[in-house]
C-alpha cells in the first residue's frame, strides 16, 4: 500500500488549505484513512479519519468545525479541507490507512500501518 499526501504549504492565519492523500496498492474497501500531524518537539495528534465504507467521519477536539475530511471513491483519495487555519494548526501532516479497525482504535496512530510521506502545513501570524 503507497499513500502520497500533498497539498501543503504556507498560508496566513484566517486561511484555507486543501491536502490529498492518494492511496494504491489495495482496494480501500473496509479500510480507515486518517490524517495526524506532528508539530516540532510534540507528539503526533489525530487530526481526522474517514471510514472509506459508509463515510463515518471522525475528528479531533482541536479541529472540530473548522476541517473537513471527505472521500473520493473513483480516485482513491481522500481530502482534509482546513478552514480558519490558527497558527497552532502549523505541522507536518500525515495521511493513514488501515483495515478493519475498531472504532475506538480510530484516533490512535499506533494503530495505523501504513502511512504517507507527511506534508507541511505552516500558517503564519
Known amino acids: 500500500v503507497q499513500l502520497q499526501a500533498s497539498g501543503g504549504g504556507l498560508v496566513q492565519t484566517g486561511g484555507s488549505l486543501r491536502l490529498s492523500c492518494l492511496a494504491s496498492?489495495?482496494?480501500?474497501?473496509?479500510?480507515?484513512m486518517g490524517w495526524f500531524r506532528q508539530a516540532p518537539g510534540q507528539e503526533r495528534e489525530f487530526v481526522a479519519a474517514i471510514k472509506w465504507n459508509g463515510g463515518h467521519t471522525f475528528y479531533g477536539d482541536s479541529v472540530k468545525g473548522r476541517f473537513t475530511i471527505s472521500r473520493d471513491n473513483a480516485k482513491n483519495t481522500v481530502f482534509l479541507q482546513m478552514n480558519s487555519l490558527k497558527p497552532e494548526d502549523t505541522a507536518v501532516y500525515y495521511c493513514?490507512?488501515?483495515?478493519?479497525?475498531?472504532?475506538?482504535?480510530?484516533?490512535?496512530?499506533?494503530?495505523?500501518?501504513?502511512w504517507g510521506q507527511g506534508t507541511l502545513v505552516t500558517v503564519s501570524s
Open positions: 493513514a490507512a488501515d483495515w478493519n479497525m475498531t472504532q475506538s482504535r480510530i484516533p490512535m496512530s499506533r494503530m495505523y500501518n501504513y
Open positions: 496498492g489495495r482496494t480501500l474497501s473496509n479500510s480507515v
